[in-house]
């Protein structure tokens, strides 16, 4: 069974810092890629940041670039997506998700993403 957990989410002031957590599980984690979506109230899902395992390449949209920083630890099955300098427009749900079927070097294919978490909620107050 397929599972991806997160966790790191909470409540921070503008300007501070949060790191994700996507820990996961049942599926061959070093041959994906994994990424991180957020949805904030009234908007539609967006893609944010990714990594493609294989070849540890990575990918952020605009919006987060220089702010967002993300990691993969194949040995603990981990992602983290490490979060500074947070702005109240970045207060969302943030889902991990994992992309298994597409071989690929790149990750940022955000409409191939077949398994998703629960997500974690991130707001930050201005």
């Known amino acids: 069974e397929v599972q991806l957990v997160e966790s790191g989410g909470g409540l921070v002031q503008a300007g501070g810092s949060l790191r994700l957590s996507c820990v996961a599980s049942g599926f061959s984690f070093d041959e994906s890629s994994i990424g991180w979506f957020r949805r904030a109230p009234g908007k539609e899902r967006e893609g944010v940041s990714c990594?493609?395992?294989?070849?540890?390449?990575?990918y952020h949209t605009e919006s987060v670039k220089g702010r967002f920083a993300i990691s993969s630890d194949k040995a603990k099955n981990t992602v983290y997506l490490q979060m500074t300098s947070l702005k109240p427009e970045d207060t969302a749900v943030y889902y991990c998700a994992a992309l298994t079927t597409l071989a690929t070097n790149v990750c940022h294919y955000w409409s191939e993403y077949d398994y998703w978490g629960q997500g974690t909620q991130v707001t930050v107050s201005s």
């Open positions: 990594i493609n395992n294989p070849a540890d390449s990575t």
